[in-house]
């Protein structure tokens, strides 16, 4: 009996898909493109997500710590939406990258409810992979432990500022706690009293008293006395308020 050799060599670049019997020049574990693109889910994302921001300085908490939210609610929203999916994609999914849309915003008791939708894409065995994912999150407003520090008035410095151009030095002086504020949220400023001579400041951290008044010394020349003074005890270790005199 003849063999059908004829037809194999006619078919002898196709292969079948065991699942749906395609023909196709390329198998992926047996699976033509689609059927093995459509047994893939390689991203996945809780149904919701529950986020607290303070809103005084504008930092969410993240596994343990406080983390920039960025400058503006909706950059912030895309943020946690894209590192929340990321976090949940398979290591299969090469170069992934995820679009964020907001569908609806409410306010939900004291925070607010924004349903997202994320568009992960990436490639897997070489393939263009898409994926929608839905959630929504939760964000809960709160005051982090600096800005409530903050509102209480807590200070661990006092910087006496004299200068016989107190305008111009104060301008400085302002911008360089500004520019601390931005990585440190304890470098804040409490109290300013105008003084005999210049300006006395409570900052609410003594390592920002500290640094500002190195900025002083080597772009002004300016002299600097540092003392502290015993001001009470907290869990056996004795607490220190140091006051920084700059003098330019
Ligand atoms: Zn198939
Ligand atoms: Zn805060």
Known sequence: MRRSIGYRCAMSSGR????????????FHGLCSPCFL??????SIPPRISVSLCRGCFRYYSSGSWVDGGESLTGFVETVGRKEALSHVS???KDPSVDVEIKDIKEKGKGLSVELELRVSGTTSGLEYRQTLNTVLQIK???????????GGYYEA???LRSEHLDDTVTKFHEQIGRLYARDKQAF???????????DFKLGSAKAAKTVATYFKSHYKAVIKETASLVGRKEGNDIYRI??????
């Open 16 to 27: 079948f898909c065991y699942l749906c019997g395609a023909v196709t020049e390329e198998l």
């Open 38 to 43: 459509g047994e893939k889910e390689l991203a």
């Open 91 to 93: 290591k299969e999914l």
């Open 141 to 151: 407003n709160v005051t982090c432990p600096d800005c409530s520090r903050r509102s």
């Open 158 to 160: 006092i910087v006496q």
């Open 189 to 199: 400023i409490v109290g300013e009293t105008l003084v005999k001579g210049g300006v």
């Open 243 to 248: 006051t920084v005199l700059i003098r330019i």
